[in-house]
């Protein structure tokens, strides 16, 4: 359903980029585009950073590049948290496990012993994703969260999106796996997040849609030493001998 139309809309909503999900496909070039050159000069591996430059130069956007809250990528009144991924195959990846900052229960709701009530801490570690979500949805009329799941060569990629969520912090069950961490459960016992009391890491476990994006890039050709520097048209001014 489009959003009525209203006299005071254009002060607090921006119409977004894309639909959720549905990416155009001269931003997939452009994105590919951006590790093709992270190949050509040498990169062997492609941060969370490089994700969140490589989609704000594509849709013209600013990249804030903060450890602190949700918003990665902005462009007016729609910001994005950029996520990436390691898999073996990207394109035959079913769900992925999302590092989504820390949260301290100690820090924010004073309980110093995440163990002797596991329900209690579980639902602090969600209030406090939740207030995050809700910082961010102060500032921003759309939240996605941008997930690429990268191939260990990057030379192959599935890229989707979602909607950054708050949850019901009584819908889930929490218990202490075999590693000592808390997991949150859903009614059916399926694993929806983990939290590590030592770094107080909150990540969230994510299913990879069917109608995910995939592509592939091709390697470009090694960059040699003579051809840098004639680029660079280096010469013995360069070196400075003391």
């Known amino acids: ?5 209203l006299r005071d809309s254009k002060h607090l909503v921006t119409k977004e980029l894309y639909p959720l999900n549905v990416f155009p496909k001269d931003l997939i070039t452009k994105i590919g585009g951006y590790f093709v050159y992270l190949l050509y000069v040498g990169r062997t591996d492609l941060t969370g ?62 309980i110093t012993d995440p163990h002797k009530d596991v329900q209690r801490t579980g639902e602090a570690v969600l209030g406090i994703w939740n207030e995050r979500v809700n910082i961010a949805n102060d500032h921003y009329s759309q939240t996605r969260t941008s997930i690429l799941v990268r191939s260990n060569n990057l030379l192959s990629y599935c890229l989707f999106e979602e909607e950054t969520q708050r949850y019901r912090t009584t819908d889930y069950h929490w218990e202490v796996n075999k590693n000592g961490n808390l997991v949150g459960m859903d009614s059916n016992g399926k694993i929806h997040f983990t939290w590590q009391p030592h770094g107080s890491q909150f990540t ?19 960059l040699e030493k003579q051809a840098i520097l004639e680029n660079l048209h280096f010469d013995s001014s360069w070196v400075e001998i003391l």
């Open 1 to 5: 359903m489009e959003h009525p139309r």
């Open 49 to 110: 950073s490089d994700w969140g430059d490589a989609f704000a130069e594509a849709i013209n956007a600013t990249h804030l590049d903060s450890p602190i809250g949700i918003a990665d990528v902005v462009l007016d009144k729609n910001c994005w948290s950029m996520k990436t991924v390691k898999n073996t195959n990207p394109f035959e990846c079913k769900n992925v496990r999302l590092i989504s900052g820390r949260c301290s229960p100690d820090y924010s709701y004073g």
């Open 204 to 222: 969230i476990h994510t299913e990879v849609p069917i109608h995910a994006v995939k592509f592939r890039i091709r390697m470009p050709p090694k």
